[in-house]
């Protein structure tokens, strides 16, 4: 022990030599200078106090304070000038991969050193961490899959959560484990930080923990809102210096200077925009209509002519635009880049912030650009709080972010664009403000923005809860709605019964609410259960290929693109994919054309001609490679191309895991004279969505349609789906795992006994005669 004793303390030594020699190195003091005049940093000492007399903090600043970057380093700073540099481990968690890079990246670059050394990150399948990485900025899924193999944290003596205010899933999860561990570990220190004021929520969670506010500034700024856009596209905005009170006075003048044909191209855009969103009213049934307000057709447009606008007539300043994700934020991008202004590098430098961008294009954010230069950053709400991009003065925001919502009653979850909270907005609009005053541009009425809600629901009360229950299961942590109703806020009891309910349907859980083999390898993968178990079966089948794509297509939004003047001709190009019923096999025949079309450097043709979304299938692309070394960690497959493909190529065989995946989403299909219909057994009769390429077909010669999802508009439509025959049903619906053999037969028949197939029924009855010997031998 004393040898180890020894090694350690030299090493403390190197440490605070090293950090010493940094700091009075010319660029170090320059470093200083830059950290000094960030508001947390004249925090210092405050934190570093309470965290020594506290267990459990929380710290709530503006976003751009300097929390992320300064807190972690103090503390690690701290340690190292009271020569325990080496026995300090402090572990900041970021709810993305995107914030821990490039965090961690910051973090070193200011302490003078390579990534590496005494700071590093882990994210999954990357990282980089050395022998004396004392500060580690993870994900917070990396903290919880630690969790599972070391429960009490050994050596960790600071645990630092960060954007708590955000209220992720993960975040929620790990605070009730943290929770558990505190008592058990009382050297722990643990520090919560959030960008807006609710440390309170935090606070007593952990039975009164410190709270400290570091107090930030923000210079005015002016919104507008959708009618005042319109107004300002006809009368042009007075220049920005002749106006002194930015909230009150209306910024907008006659300007007879415009040229008469542009003022009235730019009010048209506005005007469809208002006219095809009905934002006159704002009562609940507008508000289903402005939940399926089509950026694509509408959106677009407004933001490029506000562009051009803030270009040509407005001061110096970056102009930040939020946008729901990174499909259309690559639209818009590609849009732009044959503009004439927007392509000319000497005008403008156009980029993007999302979460699978490259680590070059994440340093170009944070880049001055040449004098004279516009820099236009498209994000999605990454740029929220999470990373600051400085010298921003306009904000456009589309008032809409991508989030997982969640009806508990159908159990159909969804990632679809939904309205932000108020909060949201407000944080969006206060990055226009940071070095000088600022404009926001809301892409939506007054009256929208009014009927938003305050505060966003934590994603644990929004989304289904599948996932999230494996994961409790697979770290023993007892009995699901015991351990939820530990939560911040527990979620409500139907959504919990209806996830086990779901798990225990495909064959996750047993009846006693245990994990079942498939369940423990559905809980290694971070994804929905339903997507997992096909991998895993496609796996085992050796149809791993097709199922690839099939499972990524499920997760991005729809490839098959239908514009509305064109729908006729779009359908009739996804139809020429399809000969076997089946939407998700014509998006793997698509998907190979548009892989052969990449070798012959043609992609942009071939999806132009077929109507396929380029940004969609780059997404399919990159997903299908994650969800391939997703399934590599698990050890199902050992990673050579080869067993993707070893059970050949056979069509039936994918029809059947993607069955195996769908279950229990089936509808029977039920013919007549001249057309069919669709039941399910929950909602009696369903419609197809009108894409699906079996909506073009008036009979369909199986008896069975398995779908992804639901959704309710007027009446219940399902989408994607694809026809499998009574003996796939029969061997791939719901789970064959060994425990629960009976209970799924049992189901099953159920299944059948309510659709009155007795063909099936009988087939059924004799199958299970045969398997029940089968067992009993
Ligand atoms: P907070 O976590 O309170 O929102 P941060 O610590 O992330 O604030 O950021 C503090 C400051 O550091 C901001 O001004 C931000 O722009 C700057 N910053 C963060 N990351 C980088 C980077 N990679 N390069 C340059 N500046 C950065
Ligand atoms: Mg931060």
């Known amino acids: 022990k004393t040898a180890l004793d020894k090694i350690l303390w030299q090493r403390s030594l190197q440490l605070r030599e090293r950090q010493d020699y940094w700091e009075k190195s010319v660029e170090g003091q320059r470093m200083l200078e830059c950290r000094r005049c960030l508001p947390a940093y004249k925090q210092r000492d405050v934190v570093l106090s309470a965290i020594s007399q506290n267990q459990v903090i929380v710290v709530s600043g503006e976003t751009g304070c300097g929390k992320t970057t300064q807190i972690p380093q103090f503390i690690l700073e701290s340690e190292i000038e009271a020569n325990r540099g080496a026995l300090c481990s402090i572990i900041c968690t970021q709810p993305r991969k995107i914030s821990a890079m490039s965090v961690s990246e910051r973090v070193a670059c200011e302490r003078g050193e390579p990534l590496g050394e005494s700071v590093g990150y882990k994210v999954r399948l990357e990282g980089v961490r050395g022998r004396d990485t004392r500060l580690l900025f993870c994900t917070t899924g990396i903290l919880l899959r630690r969790l599972l193999v070391d429960r009490s944290l050994r050596g960790v003596t600071h645990v630092i959560v960060d954007e708590i205010h955000e209220r992720g899933m993960n975040e929620d999860f790990l605070l009730i484990i943290l929770k558990d561990l505190l008592p058990r570990r009382p050297e722990l220190k643990l520090i919560l930080m959030s960008a807006t004021l609710d440390a309170e929520l935090f606070s007593s969670y952990f039975g009164g923990a410190g709270v400290i506010h570091i107090p930030g500034f923000t210079y005015p700024v002016g919104s507008y809102f959708l009618e005042d856009i319109l107004e300002m596209s006809r009368y042009r905005l007075t220049p920005y210096n002749q106006i002194d009170d930015y909230g009150q006075e209306r910024l907008w003048k006659m300007n007879k200077q415009i040229p008469r044909k542009r003022k009235s191209q730019i009010a048209s855009v506005v005007e469809d925009a208002l006219r095809a969103a009905d934002f006159k009213e704002f009562s609940p049934e507008t508000r289903e209509s402005l939940s399926c307000w089509n950026p694509d057709c509408i959106g677009f447009n407004l933001i490029?002519?506000?562009?051009?606008?803030?270009?040509?007539?407005?001061?110096?300043?970056?102009?930040?635009?939020?946008?729901?994700?990174?499909?259309?934020?690559?639209?818009l991008k590609d849009k732009l880049q044959i503009h004439p202004i927007f392509s000319d590098p000497n005008r403008v430098m156009l980029l993007a912030c999302h979460g699978s961008m490259a680590s070059f294009e994440q340093r170009l954010i944070f880049e001055e650009p040449a004098s004279g230069v516009r820099k236009i950053v498209l994000a999605t709400n990454i740029a929220e709080t999470s990373i600051t991009i400085n010298d921003v003065a306009f904000v456009i925001d589309c008032g809409k972010a991508k989030e997982t919502s969640y009806d508990a009653l159908n159990n159909t979850p969804c990632l679809l664009p939904s309205w932000i909270s108020k909060v949201s907005a407000q944080q969006r609009r206060g990055r226009a403000g940071r070095?000088?005053?600022?404009?926001?541009?809301?892409?939506?009425?007054?009256?929208?923005?009014?009927?938003?809600?305050?505060?966003?629901?934590?994603?644990?009360l929004r989304t289904p809860l599948q996932s999230l229950c494996l994961q409790i299961?697979?770290?023993?942590?007892?009995?699901?709605?015991?351990?939820?109703?530990?939560?911040?806020?527990?979620?409500?009891?139907?959504?919990?019964?209806?996830?086990?309910?779901?798990?225990?349907?495909?064959?996750?859980?047993?009846?006693?609410?245990?994990?079942?083999?498939?369940?423990?390898?559905?809980?290694?993968?971070?994804?929905?259960?339903?997507?997992?178990?096909?991998?895993?079966?496609?796996?085992?089948?050796?149809?791993?290929?097709?199922?690839?794509?099939?499972?990524?297509?499920?997760?991005?939004?729809?490839?098959?693109?239908?514009?509305?003047?064109?729908?006729?001709?779009?359908?009739?190009?996804?139809?020429?994919?399809?000969?076997?019923?089946?939407?998700?096999?014509?998006?793997?025949?698509?998907?190979?054309?548009?892989?052969?079309?990449?070798?012959?450097?043609?992609?942009?043709?071939?999806?132009?001609?077929?109507?396929?979304?380029?940004?969609?299938?780059?997404?399919?692309?990159?997903l299908r490679k994650e969800f391939f070394s997703?399934?590599?960690?698990?050890?199902?497959?050992?990673?050579?191309?080869?067993?993707?493909?070893?059970?050949?190529?056979?069509?039936?065989?994918?029809?059947?895991?993607?069955?195996?995946?769908?279950?229990?989403?089936?509808?029977?299909?039920?013919?007549?004279?001249?057309?069919?219909?669709?039941?399910?057994?929950?909602?009696?009769?369903?419609?197809?969505?009108?894409?699906?390429?079996?909506?073009?077909?008036?009979?369909?010669?199986?008896?069975?349609?398995?779908?992804?999802?639901?959704?309710?508009?007027?009446?219940?439509?399902?989408?994607?789906?694809?026809?499998?025959?009574?003996?796939?049903?029969?061997?791939?619906?719901?789970?064959?795992?060994?425990?629960?053999?009976?209970?799924?037969?049992?189901?099953?028949?159920?299944?059948?006994?309510?659709?009155?197939?007795?063909?099936?029924?009988?087939?059924?009855?004799?199958?299970?005669?045969?398997?029940?010997?089968?067992?009993?031998?």
Not at 304 to 331: A, Y
Not at 435 to 460: N, R, W
Not at 554 to 561: A, M
């Open 435 to 460: 070095v000088q005053p600022g404009q926001c541009y809301h892409l939506y009425p007054k009256c929208v923005y009014d009927a938003f809600s305050e505060y966003q629901l934590p994603e644990i």
């Open 630 to 777: 997703l399934l590599k960690d698990t050890g199902l497959i050992d990673g050579t191309p080869a067993t993707c493909k070893s059970g050949g190529n056979d069509e039936n065989l994918t029809r059947a895991v993607i069955c195996y995946g769908l279950y229990p989403g089936i509808c029977s299909v039920v013919h007549n004279e001249r057309a069919f219909s669709l039941k399910t057994m929950e909602d009696g009769q369903v419609l197809l969505y009108s894409n699906s390429v079996n909506a073009r077909e008036t009979k369909i010669p199986y008896p069975w349609l398995v779908f992804n999802e639901k959704i309710k508009v007027n009446s219940i439509f399902v989408r994607d789906s694809t026809a499998v025959s009574d003996s796939v049903l029969i061997l791939f619906g719901g789970s064959v795992s060994k425990g629960d053999f009976d209970g799924h037969l049992k189901m099953l028949g159920g299944y059948l006994d309510f659709f009155m197939k007795p063909a099936v029924a009988e087939m059924y009855q004799t199958l299970k005669k045969e398997l029940d010997e089968l067992i009993q031998s």
């Open 304 to 331: 490029e002519s506000l562009l051009r606008h803030i270009c040509e007539n407005e001061r110096p300043g970056g102009i930040l635009v939020f946008m729901t994700g990174w499909d259309d934020i690559s639209s």
């Open 473 to 622: 299961k697979s770290l023993n942590f007892g009995t699901i709605s015991e351990f939820l109703s530990r939560a911040l806020q527990s979620p409500e009891l139907l959504a919990v019964q209806k996830a086990i309910e779901y798990l225990k349907t495909i064959g996750a859980l047993d009846e006693n609410e245990q994990l079942t083999a498939l369940g423990r390898y559905l809980a290694k993968l971070p994804m929905e259960p339903k997507l997992g178990k096909m991998l895993i079966l496609g796996a085992i089948l050796g149809c791993l290929d097709p199922i690839l794509t099939v499972a990524a297509g499920l997760s991005v939004r729809d490839p098959f693109l239908t514009p509305l003047d064109k729908k006729d001709l779009a359908e009739a190009a996804k139809s020429q994919f399809s000969r076997d019923h089946s939407d998700h096999l014509a998006l793997v025949r698509a998907y190979e054309g548009y892989k052969r079309a990449e070798e012959e450097a043609g992609v942009y043709d071939y999806c132009w001609k077929n109507f396929l979304s380029i940004q969609s299938m780059r997404a399919v692309d990159s």
